[in-house]
């Protein structure tokens, strides 16, 4: 019986061992294109879940950031398409913007799977073949309605404030949708400005407007900016409103459990790493399809639940 166990030991260590050896072999190449730049804390954790897949699925991941620029980031996505790379995993953030170099990638027999951010028409939109990311219009509708529900908004409620960091870029014109929509069933007007990608700029932006319209009566945050300084903008305006969001950060965390702020909802921005990287090497060396991952799936972070993800801001969440 020893022997027997020893043996079956050894045989997985040797799998062990053969996976590892096998996954150091890069023998696909990849790139990663990222649309706002490295500062932006909240893509840690999609490059970790990226370089973790492509060391464990031998591939040369090569990571790339557009600096909210259009045309640097088709400028990223054609160069990637010269250099002969298997597959491009890119974030689409815009719904026009890079239709024409993608689908040149993608008629260049380059696999390229959206993240983070996809065309507002999904697939009907974009040549990519799959998208890996948060369903942003019905997070949003869900986030909208959970508000209302809370907090009793109601039919001739005058404004929700919806600050937007990039108006026109397609996760605020889909979450900042599926909110308005939920609120214009309800008969809740809806105001939106632009609060831009400086934190510090976007929370005074938000409690001035707060200051100024003080028949607001709930506030949203869009992105991670806006849901990061939301609760401290609420502050310095002297208001008290109810207050939700998307993503994660310690600010954020730290605003839902202290009950500045009701709920985020988490994009599991790790998962929009790790499967466009194992989706390309797979598709490349099996000839799997690569398929769409709602990485949004029980999403919503309350009190109740937001102390278990806190450990992981930065890594895994």
Known sequence: MKLTK??????????AMAFTSA????????????????????FNPVVKGAQDAAAQFGVDLDVQYANNDPVRQNDLIESATASGVDGIAVAISSSDAFDASICAAVKAGIIVIGFNNDDLDGAKGNCR???????????????????????GLKDGDVVVFNPREIPEASFAVARGGGIE???????????????GLDPSEAQNIIAQ???????????????SVTSTVGAGAIKDAGVKIPFGGFDLAVEIVNAVESG????????????????????IALAKKYGLTPTD????????????????????????R
């Open 181 to 195: 929509k939920a609120m214009k069933e309800k008969g809740i007007k809806v105001e939106t400005v632009r609060s």
């Open 6 to 15: 020893l043996k079956t030991a050894m045989l997985a260590a040797c799998a």
């Open 23 to 42: 996954a150091v072999a890069a023998d696909v190449k990849a790139t990663m294109i990222i649309y706002l730049d490295p500062s932006v804390q909240f």
């Open 260 to 279: 500045a702020m009701f709920a985020t909802m988490d994009q599991q921005p790790y998962l929009q790493g790790y499967y466009p990287i194992a989706q």
């Open 129 to 151: 073949q799959a998208y890996v990311g948060m369903n942003e219009f019905a997070s949003g509708y869900e986030l909208g309605n959970r508000m209302i529900e809370q907090f």
């Open 293 to 316: 991952v709602d990485t949004g799936q029980g999403a919503f972070l309350d009190k109740t639940r937001i102390s278990s993800v806190k450990p992981l801001i930065g890594s895994y």
């Open 209 to 223: 407007f707060l200051i100024a319209n003080p028949n607001v009566k709930a506030l949203f945050g869009t992105g």
